[in-house]
């Protein structure tokens, strides 16, 4: 099962695509953007856990396994 690759900051909205570095997620796939991340200590304000850097996934694999598409921020 692939990651579901969250296309935004849930904080601040920022975009963090999926083949970019800089976006940060907990063990339940919240996403943040690095500033965030740095904001919250790194720890997810959902669940407590613990946000580390998510992979980056190449394009080339996006067709197959493509990123969701669905907006958390809720601004």
Request: hydrophobic share 30%; proline share 9%; charged share 30%.
């Amino acid at each position: 099962m692939a990651l579901e690759m969250r296309p935004d900051c849930e904080r601040c909205g920022a975009d963090l695509p999926a083949e970019a570095p800089g976006a940060f997620i907990c063990s339940f796939e919240c996403t943040f953007c690095a500033e965030c991340a740095d904001d919250l200590d790194d720890l997810c304000p959902n669940c407590g856990g613990e946000l580390v850097d998510r992979p980056t996934r190449a394009k080339r694999h996006q067709d197959a396994h493509p990123p969701s598409k669905l907006r958390y921020y809720k601004g």
